[in-house]
């Protein structure tokens, strides 16, 4: 076991290129995708003709007092560019007593951003035609409303069932932990594929009448692949967490081991795409086109919730992604217990389990 781990070690010493590369991809693309999602949601405004920065300055006011969105004011061609060009996903026209939402496809927040601004607008509204209908002058009776407000007879408050805060979902941290368990899978997959190498190189033939067993062959890839993705995930994790200061929280032994899991249970899924492939080149055209979907299935780089179809719910459970986001989530957003985690943790085991007895019976059964 040990000789076939320091060969691959060996070949990984005098070429680690590809696993700098990958180590180097887990950062760019958090840090391209996840430091963009901090939880607020920018959106543009303009203001239609006839309607003045000054007469839509009030509502902009209490438009912004909402900790989710980050209303700005642009001219109406900015804007519309900026929507057109995929740099925006969505603008505000502000008339004098409506609102419109210009868009160029369909996002989740439209509906949220719909509400926050009819709400707001609604009020705004009133307190319009209270200034018009009152003799006082239009700025006192703005300002004893708000400070009626201040202090409201009926004032409602969210917290968690122990009575804390309730904390704010995190997308960043969602997205820190989705690229770096899905770049992972591609280095651990390239490495087992060296399973096939040797089978068709005839290295395989020579090693089984070798005084190794296949036992101790099969456990040298599978524990060498397992070390090299649970230390690439370790010092993604640790830059991010030290280097970046992303707050992945104080759990980080608790972290690791789940990573560790989450590797095992991956090295067991490029098994079996190593036993169904059976050759080097068909792993390479297979095992990069799928992966890339399991992200998109699991919901790793959309809010919960966003899938709602049973199917592609019911899929997610087969690929150990679903489940390690979920038990990273817990830890890190809700500092949840291991008995909490039991059932996250319960299905990487049992996906590590199949995956890993099929994969071995399949590759047996394939002929160098």
Known sequence: MFSVMLSQWMKEKRSPYMLLLFVALSIVAVLLFGMSKSGVIEVDVFADKGVSEAEIAPLMERLNENGTFAFRLLDEETARSKVREGLSSSAI???KEDFRIVMAVEDYNVGLLDRHVKSVLGEELALREAEAKSGEAAASI??????YMEQPPLAVELTT??????QSYDMGLQLTYAFSLFIVMFTIGFKINAINSEKTSGIWNRMV???LSKSQMYLGHMAYSAIIGIVQVAVVLAIFRFGF??????????????????VISVVAMAMLFTGITRTPEKFNMLYPSIIP??????GAYMPPGTITSDILLGIAQIFPMSHAM??????????AGWSELFMPVAKLLLVTVVFMGIGINLVERNKP
């Open 93 to 95: 026209r502000l008339m």
């Open 142 to 147: 703005r300002e004893s409303v708000m400070q």
């Open 161 to 166: 069932p122990e009575g804390g805060k309730v």
């Open 209 to 211: 009448l070798s005084p």
């Open 245 to 262: 200061g992303f707050a992945i929280g104080d759990r980080y032994g608790e972290l690791l081991a789940v990573s560790l899991l989450y």
């Open 293 to 298: 979907v399991i992200p998109l299935v699991s």
């Open 326 to 335: 979920e038990a990273f989530l817990g830890l890190s957003m809700y500092d």
